[in-house]
């Protein structure tokens, strides 16, 4: 079996100062002997770019903020390495990621391996627990073929992302190009896979944050969903799909039970059993890792959750519908 083969790391970051040290840090960490560090600052703010250019790594600057799916593609450009590991400024690998990384590749036949998020959040707090457990369930998905990008973790052949064209610069920010980018590379028939042992750590964001990015997302993947005209294997299934509507209809439903408690009332507790049996391996998932009342607590952030995707969805719906935006 071939092994140590050689790597190029990259990290796109955007203000990302609080973690982008320790996200080096860990890489510097693996000590692997063929490997290269290329870090693409899509002109932050901050001092994320002087923190890059303290390390031993290609650091490029991007003179204006181009997104995220820009700037991993513009730092594979930079790359002479056979395999492309991208990961995001906010993670942290374990200390043997990059030979595990090197290991998949030796004889297999995927085209890109993917990581999964560790239950517990780098950063502590409820906020931060919820959102690792909620990634960490929807991420983990063992030898099972996908049909989008985990983005925040992933690795692939140069020659694979070369021919594909890399990421779509369409998507300003961060949310969007990983469906974007996963359903192109399903479509040449690559195989995408997760392998949850390939666990990462991650500092999440506050809940406002988590809500802003959600909504985007949720706009973007109607975009994609709509060229596509089909749901992801994983992670945007259509059961994930409807359990997210019927979670913003309860707290629909409950809030005109305020006004007109019947038939209201009533509605809104059909519905929401309905969400439940439709969302039950998570829920259980969440009260088996923490408990009665941390569930209890999540449900409702969750529901909420659910209501920004499902408005971020109608937004994409109407911006195609008034052709703001182009299929």
């Not at 780098?122 to 991420?139: D, K, P, Q, T, V």
């Not at 009665?292 to 952030?301: D, E, M, Q, Y």
Request: hydrophobic fraction near 45%; proline fraction near 2%.
């Amino acid at each position: 079996m071939e092994n140590n083969k050689g790597i190029s790391v990259i990290v796109p970051c955007y203000n990302d100062q609080a973690t982008l040290k320790l996200c080096l840090d860990a890489i510097v960490a693996n000590q692997y002997p063929d490997c290269e560090i290329i870090v693409v600052d899509d002109n932050s703010k901050d001092s994320s770019l002087a923190i890059a250019r303290s390390y031993d790594a290609q650091v490029i600057s991007s003179g204006e903020n181009l997104g995220a799916g820009w700037a991993r593609t513009h730092g594979a450009s930079f790359a002479s390495k056979d395999i492309l590991l991208f990961i995001d400024a906010d993670i942290i690998i374990p200390g043997d990621f990059l030979r595990r990384i090197s290991q998949k590749f030796s004889g297999g036949t995927s085209d890109v391996i993917m990581g999964v998020m560790d239950k517990e959040p780098c950063n502590r707090g409820f906020m931060a627990s919820l959102l690792a457990l909620e990634a960490n369930f929807y991420h983990s998905c063992k030898d099972t073929a996908i049909d989008e990008v985990h983005t925040f973790s992933f690795a692939i052949r140069r020659s694979v992302f070369s021919a594909s064209g890399g990421f779509s610069s369409t998507f300003r920010g961060a949310g969007g190009e990983e469906y974007e980018f996963g359903y192109k590379l399903t479509n040449k028939g690559c195989v995408l896979k997760v392998d949850p042992k390939l666990k990462v750590g991650h500092y999440f964001d506050s809940f406002f944050k988590r809500t802003v990015k959600l909504f985007r997302r949720s706009v973007n993947w109607f975009y994609v969903f709509a060229k596509q005209r089909r749901f992801g294997v994983k992670g945007t299934s259509l059961r994930v799909g409807l359990g997210k509507v019927f979670g913003s209809l309860f707290l629909i439903t409950l809030a005109m039970s305020a006004l007109k408690p019947q038939p209201f009332i009533y509605i809104s507790l059909i519905v929401f059993i309905i969400e439940l049996l439709l969302l039950s391996n998570f829920f259980y998932f969440i009260y088996k890792e923490k408990g009665t009342w941390f569930l209890l607590r999540a449900v409702f952030i969750l529901q909420f959750w659910s209501l920004v995707v499902v408005v971020g969805v109608i937004v994409g719906f109407l911006q195609i519908l008034f052709k703001s935006r182009k299929l």
